[in-house]
């Protein structure tokens, strides 16, 4: 196989950490391209080079990007996210003829980088395609909420060996012989 160099750009680009703990432990470095428009991508495998050094692959497809274009940088190991159920606030009640589960998680983010930086952190609220089952009482706190997608969306920024804690609970109902996976 032989590798040929199409074309080299070295683009300005604004870096943020992003994390979804809920599909995936891991905190990402992305890099946020404006104006990408003008070096008429085609789609297809890039080589992503950061600070000099490979970074990785990544699938570009300029068709299906809009505003912006977002590369993945890799993994950052010195930013912690774990995502916890709180069991205090898990309980499990019966109301007539319905099972009431009350579920609260919490988020522990610790940046152990020497600079501060910003965090992009997402989870969701699980969306019922049954009407017999309600999720209800959505506590978010502090996150933007997106009633539609229910996603609950933290911005931060968070200084060197900082630790910030954020939290969510909901209630889910449903009928006492129905099973639901949670």
């Given at each position: 196989m032989t590798a040929i160099t199409i074309n080299d750009f070295e683009?300005?680009?604004?870096?943020?950490?992003?994390?979804?703990?809920?599909?995936?432990?891991?905190?990402?470095?992305?890099?946020?391209?404006?104006?990408?428009?003008?070096?008429?991508?085609?789609?297809?495998?890039?080589?992503?080079?950061f600070d000099g050094s490979y970074a990785g692959k990544t699938f570009i497809d300029p068709f299906q990007t809009k505003k912006e274009l977002t590369i993945s940088l890799g993994i950052e190991p010195n930013i912690v996210v774990e995502r916890k159920q709180v069991n205090d606030l898990k309980s499990t009640q019966f109301i007539g003829n319905n099972r009431i589960v009350n579920k609260a998680y919490e988020?522990?983010?610790?940046?152990?980088?020497?600079?501060?930086?910003?965090?992009?952190?997402?989870?969701?609220?699980?969306?019922?395609?049954?009407?017999?089952?309600?999720?209800?009482?959505?506590?978010?706190?502090?996150?933007?909420?997106d009633d539609k997608k229910r996603l609950l969306t933290w911005k931060i920024n968070i200084s060197s060996q900082e630790t910030i804690n954020k939290s969510f609970?909901?209630?889910?109902k449903y009928p006492k012989g129905k099973r639901i996976n949670l």
């Open positions: 683009v300005k680009a604004n870096f943020e950490y992003f994390a979804a703990p809920l599909l995936n432990e891991n905190v990402f470095l992305t890099a946020k391209l404006a104006a990408w428009e003008q070096f008429n991508l085609l789609p297809g495998e890039a080589n992503i080079y988020l522990n983010i610790k940046n152990n980088q020497a600079k501060n930086i910003p965090l992009l952190v997402m989870d969701r609220i699980p969306i019922s395609q049954n009407k017999e089952i309600k999720i209800d009482d959505i506590i978010y706190n502090d996150a933007d909420y609970s909901y209630k889910i």
